[in-house]
């Protein structure tokens, strides 16, 4: 199977669709989606019913989905992620919230593992570190893991050079064949594809990921997107300028 890997969406329905679309271009059988699909963005409901429509989905949800459905505290966001928490729901079709409220923060499917955040608490951790990875380890039955939450598209793994060591970095758009197996059981790797509508690692283009699980491969690929008319929907729609700015910046 080709999956397509999507991260952290946001509501920004424009870098969904210039994703989505490169995505189907390359040849997808299955998508994997690893929650936030809104806050932010003020296109939640376009984002929405163009996710709830992709084929072999399998998705998670993350915190700014569950602070718009009250099941986590406000108190977590700054002002500006829980003014976008707010506004989102009271723009929200219940058959859209409906949706969200059927996902869960962590999903163990037969192929791979999807969490948010980290499997031991895929709603708030963010997966930086080694030894964050290290940890988590023994929390998941089938490799890949696939994460999001830090919207930073990254690599962990135990190093290929020495085993007690873990190689953890920065994925680029130019690189392939990362996951490695052993003996048909793929070794430990989480992937981060990151984020499709709020970018922040200072390349603005919305970023995804293609995996197959076939060949063990994974690859990122970043997909420049109208900025510009999402810009002029945040203002628009009243929502915090800084939310519009930090879309140029990818930060
Ligand atoms: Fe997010």
Redesign the pocket.
């Known amino acids: 199977m080709i999956y397509g890997v999507i991260?952290?969406v946001?509501s920004n329905y424009e870098a969904l669709s210039a994703v989505l679309d490169y995505l189907e271009d390359l040849g997808v059988d299955g998508w994997i989606c690893c929650?936030?699909l809104v806050?932010?963005g003020p296109d939640p409901d376009a984002c929405l019913d163009r996710i709830r429509a992709l084929k072999n989905l399998s998705i998670i949800c993350?915190?700014?989905d569950l602070a718009v459905l009250d099941r986590l505290d406000l108190e977590w966001f700054n002002q500006y992620a829980r003014a976008a928490v707010v506004w989102t729901r009271s723009h929200l079709s219940d058959a859209n919230r409906a949706f969200l409220e059927g996902l869960t923060a962590r999903l163990n499917t037969p192929d791979f593992t999807l969490a948010?955040g980290t499997p031991r608490n895929p709603a708030e951790e963010y997966l930086m570190s080694p030894l964050q990875f290290r940890d988590n380890v023994p929390l998941v039955d089938k490799w890949p893991l696939f994460v999001?939450?830090s919207?930073m598209p990254l690599l962990f793994r135990y190093s290929e050079a020495d085993a007690d060591k873990i190689e953890s970095r920065f994925l680029d758009d130019k690189e392939e064949g990362l996951p490695r197996i052993y003996g048909g059981v793929m070794a430990p790797v989480a992937l981060n594809p990151g984020?499709v509508g709020?970018p922040r690692d200072q390349d603005n283009r919305a970023s995804c990921g293609l995996y197959d699980s076939e060949k063990g491969t994974f690859r990122v690929f970043r997909v420049p997107y109208d900025i510009g008319a999402v810009q002029e929907k945040i203002r628009a729609a009243g929502l915090p300028e800084y939310l519009a700015l930090r879309l140029a910046y990818g930060q």
């Open positions: 991260s952290d946001h929650g936030d806050g932010y993350g915190n700014h948010h999001g939450h919207h984020s709020q």
